[in-house]
């Protein structure tokens, strides 16, 4: 079936470092989606991405669309502690389906 | 207006029980998700309703587990005969519309402890 796979699984940075997850999709997708879960929180959506090559930021935070749309990346510039928690990728299928890669679980050290 | 909600917000019970765990999505959502998330890991699918359609049971684990959703709003999340392996924390979502435009709002989840 249809499979979201993100990457890393963990990363641990020092303040200030960049930090990139990536997303990759097994087939092509409607759109993706974006989410972030804080330690002991649930889910809150970001972003969504839709169209091919599509490229947006929000503050420090750089979404892309792969021109096949089957892959993205979230690029965070200069990561604060107020960053961390938990990366999810989800891709939309044209059954409407969202299927959600395993997260990256971003750790920033003071 | 008001969220996603869900109760209980805690759950404890012994192997062998049944469990109900509810989902309250915002008014006016025709498409509802439910994902089991276990410590430290990802979004497992579960199950998701949209409209009046029949639901995607895709992701149930095993026939312990079961869905309704009433009136096309509130949601039961049924597990019978919970097993330790059932400890996790639920999780309910509900979206405007299944379609290519929408984000999923989530609710705060229900921990699920089984003894």
């Known amino acids: 079936g249809q499979q979201v796979m993100q990457i890393p699984q963990y990363q641990h940075v020092q303040e200030g470092e960049d930090f990139t997850t990536y997303c990759n999709s097994s087939?092509?997708?409607?759109?993706i989606q974006w989410y972030k879960q804080r330690p002991g929180g649930h889910p809150v959506f970001l972003i969504q991405?839709?169209?091919?090559?599509e490229v947006k930021k929000q503050k420090r935070l750089t979404f892309q669309f792969g021109e096949a749309k089957k892959n993205s990346s979230l690029h965070i510039t200069a990561t604060q502690t107020t960053d961390v928690g938990t990366y999810f990728c989800a891709g939309q299928s044209n059954t409407g389906k969202l299927i959600f890669g395993q997260g990256t679980t971003l750790q920033v050290k003071p | 207006g008001a969220g996603v909600s869900q109760s209980p917000s805690n759950k404890v019970t012994e192997k062998g029980k049944d469990v109900e765990l509810r989902c309250d999505p915002i008014s006016g959502h025709t498409a509802l998700y439910w994902y089991r998330q276990s410590l430290g890991q990802g979004l497992e699918f579960l199950i998701y309703?949209?409209?009046?359609?029949?639901?995607?049971k895709s992701g149930l684990p095993s026939d312990r587990f079961s869905a309704e959703r009433t009136g096309g709003s509130v949601s039961t999340l049924t597990i019978q005969r919970t097993q330790q392996e059932d400890s996790a924390v639920y999780l309910c979502?509900?979206?405007?519309?299944?379609?290519?435009?929408?984000?999923?709002?989530f609710g705060p989840g229900t921990r699920l402890t089984v003894t």
């Open positions: 979502a509900s979206s405007p519309w299944v379609g290519p435009s929408y984000e999923q709002y």
């Open positions: 991405l839709v169209k091919s090559g």
């Open positions: 087939t092509t997708l409607s759109n």
């Open positions: 309703f949209q409209g009046n359609s029949a639901p995607d």
